[in-house]
């Protein structure tokens, strides 16, 4: 969706007044929404998410560090897989800036090129709030990526709330025409202020009614038998609700990894999503955010595997895990992933799609040290 934007200058702070153009009815256009790769067993898609480039970013440093996570995630798959094994798609989950300039932005599509053309991966593009704190306009960052060729980014002159919404259909042959394995659902989930009108008093976005009639649509086109993997940025009050019904109600769901912040979710039900409700009928197996620095908690709701993507890169804040923290919940983080010693909660996920109905998931901590770098991968 195309925004037309007034900014209003007011003491430290700026507020975004915006309309849409009607545009495209999505509901008459689903194949504008769609692009397809080729379904292949062990197909890798790695997340990255939150890096951050700012105005006080070295660009030279936060691209050595991307470029010892691509390398290492590229070796563990070969190591698992076998030499002929890569990643496939890598999803860029948001606040890939802020208060970034174009050159950041330049800079930062020249590398993803650099990497896709080196590691042979195709890499999908949603926005977080941040990114949308830039020093350019939006629909000039949009485009950036738009036009990168190795970039998965679609964004229509519509009526559907928000930027980044699209499905990458894993066909058979790779076109869209045959026969969908798995689908790959990527979501807008909204911004710290909307785009489309001002609501001062809703803190973070939430994935609307309308974005999750889409996605039923284009599902319903692939098929109800067809598995869907999604992603988005900021985390919606399903994980919440998780971790109060296991860590107030008692309930058993399977979970994994670390929560040590909130989930800076909006906080009022009138904004809650139905999004992982709906999908539940409609095969969803997971979904996977970012947004939240200190969080790359994973728990299995009902049926649906949601968790947070490890942070990547050490801009803005992330959390040091001390092995002798007397925290519950550090504690707890630390005995399901079995680290004894000090580590920062920086690193990647790589989601692996074993077959035509189950995926594999992993977490990667990878901190830079001068006496050999701290590298773990944990299995879900």
């Not at 709906?278 to 979904?287: I, M, S």
């Not at 890169?313 to 992330?318: A, G």
């Not at 998931?361 to 773990?376: M, P, Q, T, V």
Request: overall charge negative; proline content about 2%.
């Amino acid at each position: 969706m195309k925004k037309k934007a007034l900014f209003l200058l007011v003491p430290l702070m700026s507020v975004t007044l915006s309309g849409c153009a009607e545009g495209i009815k999505y509901e008459e256009h689903l194949d504008d929404y769609v692009r397809a790769m080729k379904y292949h067993e062990n197909f890798n898609i790695l997340q990255l998410t939150d890096i951050h480039w700012n105005a006080n970013t070295s660009t030279l440093s936060s691209k050595q560090y991307l470029n010892k996570t691509l390398a290492e995630a590229d070796a563990h798959i070969k190591a698992t897989y076998g030499n002929d094994a890569k990643i496939d798609l890598v999803e860029l989950t948001g606040d890939l800036f802020m208060l970034a300039n174009a050159y950041h932005v330049r800079t930062f599509v020249s590398f993803f090129e650099e990497q896709a053309t080196k590691y042979g991966f195709t890499y999908a593009v949603i926005w977080g709030n941040h990114d949308r704190h830039g020093l350019y306009n939006p629909n000039w960052l949009g485009a950036q990526f738009a036009n990168a060729a190795h970039c998965v980014y679609i964004e229509p002159d519509d009526n559907l709330y928000g930027r980044s919404n699209f499905v990458i259909n894993l066909t058979t042959d790779g076109t869209k025409e045959a026969a969908t394995k798995w689908q790959i659902v990527n979501i807008d989930s909204g911004a710290s202020f909307s785009e489309t009108a001002i609501s001062p008093f809703r803190d973070y976005d939430y994935i609307r009614d309308d974005q999750v009639d889409w996605w039923r649509k284009e599902h319903d086109k692939v098929g109800d038998g067809v598995p869907a993997i999604a992603y988005y940025h900021i985390p919606q009050d399903d994980n919440l609700k998780a971790w109060n019904a296991i860590h107030k109600d008692g309930a058993s769901y399977k979970h994994k990894f670390f929560k040590l912040e909130g989930f800076a979710d909006n906080g009022n039900e009138r904004y809650a999503s139905k999004f992982i409700k709906e999908g539940r009928n409609h095969n969803l197996k997971a979904a996977f955010m970012g947004h939240a620095h200190n969080v790359d908690w994973t728990v299995d709701y009902d049926g649906v595997v949601i968790g947070l993507g490890v942070k990547t890169t050490p801009e803005l804040y992330f959390a040091h895990v001390d092995a002798k923290t007397e925290d519950p919940d550090m504690k707890e983080g630390l005995l399901s992933v079995g680290i004894t010693e000090n580590f920062d909660l920086i690193g990647a996920s790589l989601v692996t799609i074993k077959n035509e109905t189950t995926f594999d998931l992993e977490h990667l901590y990878l901190n830079e040290r001068a006496d050999g770098d701290f590298i773990k991968w944990v299995k879900w």
